[in-house]
């Protein structure tokens, strides 16, 4: 799990540069502000963060993402599921 952590913190990163740098703040806040409380509880990961970050695929439609900014969220929600599944 600690790897798949890792993971999922550097694809937030990535995807919070892109989406700064195409001008697409609010999208990038909301995933920067899941990446600040990760890090803030990096002892015991939060499952509600962890569910937020499952099931926000659909914020690619909703935000006009570039084809870039979603093969980014789909690195995202990918490790976010891979943590969930091994969360009892």
Do not use: W
Request: hydrophobic share 40%.
């Amino acid at each position: 799990m600690v790897n798949n952590f890792k993971s999922l913190l550097l694809a937030l990163e990535s995807i919070v540069s892109e989406l700064k740098r195409s001008g697409n703040n609010e999208s990038a806040s909301f995933f920067l502000l899941r990446y600040d409380e990760l890090k803030r509880h990096s002892d015991k990961i939060p499952q509600k963060i962890i569910e937020e970050l499952t099931t926000c695929r659909a914020m690619s439609q909703y935000a006009n993402f570039t084809l870039k900014e979603e093969e980014l969220l789909d690195i995202v929600v990918d490790n976010a599921i891979a943590i969930k599944n091994t969360i009892p």
